[in-house]
């Protein structure tokens, strides 16, 4: 949301963004430039917050509305009660099949699916892909500096691979798995492996499966701290695009994944990192412990990264958005 919005203004566009009062978002909005409403969203059918939704509406006059999720697609349908000449947009992120005839029904004149795996997901939840355009997220491209030194910091020597795992610490990011992936890798390569957990609130020492680990909770500069490791653990079970594995690639950083979702849409299988079945424990394991092992394997992976990354820039992703948008807005002229 905040890349898309500032490439739009500097572009010369006038976005409005409504969000969560006191969210980050707001704030970084704001410092560069960007209009933002505070607006108190306790549901999705929140009455309050769509009357707030449609006063800004009212007030702003927009060409057009762009719902970003769930929450905001079914407030946006709301406030958008009796103005049908106002074009709605909605992104959609998460490879679920989504259900429900009203809030994909007519009213929407777009959807953006953020990988060619969730425009399937939307297919089969029956939406035409005719009504779909896929506009792949961006990333910044890192700017990393020095690489963090984790082997100084934890007191690990250089025989020492250091494996990450960057994102929320959830279930369906995969976590649960991890001990099983470890107790399923060999016991000397599992030896040399350190893994470094970027995200989440718990912090210090830890083991997890045949993996010693630090958790090193939330990271301001995760550029700087991914920069420090040489390979990237991605468990997901379910994922519609997957940044963190764009900003592994760019930092040539190789990771190791499940194919699920958008994924393989990223990651070019023995080219830029490694992807093994859904589910397969034991393929993730082989994987880590070839990695671990082949330093040539390693780095062949890591000097193809930067490359594919930059497929997937801010630049295009505000182009795309944009050429969307576009479309939208001349067909409603013509009509």
Known sequence: MFLLTRGQREAGDEPLVAAYPDAPLIK???SAGVAAASVRMRADWDIVAARR????????????????????HA??????????????????????????RLKYGKRVARFIAISRAVRDAMQSGGIDP??????????????????????????????????GVVGAMTTEKGIHVLADIANA???????RVRLVLLGGKAMGIDSIGQFEAYRAGFVYDPHRAMAG????????SAEGLGTALIDAMALRVPPVAFSVGGIPELVVDGETGVLVPPGDVKAFARAI?????????????AQGGPSRAALFSVDRMV????????AILSRSARD
């Open 130 to 163: 005719a009504r779909v355009d896929v506009v792949y997220s961006g990333v910044p491209t890192p700017t990393p500096g020095d690489a963090r030194d984790w082997r100084s910091e934890r007191g690990w020597n250089a025989e020492h691979l250091l494996l």
């Open 319 to 326: 182009s795309g958005t944009r050429a969307v948008y576009d």
């Open 28 to 30: 970084r909005l704001r």
């Open 289 to 301: 412990e070839r990695i671990v092992t082949d330093s040539t394997v390693r780095e062949s992976l």
């Open 229 to 236: 490791l040489d390979g990237l653990l991605h468990p997901s």
């Open 185 to 191: 890798v060999r016991s000397d390569v599992a030896a």
């Open 75 to 100: 407030l946006a349908l709301a406030a958008l009660v009796g103005r049908r000449h106002i074009p709605l947009i909605v992104t959609r992120r998460v490879t679920f099949v989504p259900k429900g």
């Open 53 to 72: 939704l449609r006063a800004l509406i009212r007030t702003w006059k927009p060409d057009l509305v762009h719902a970003h999720d769930a929450r905001g």
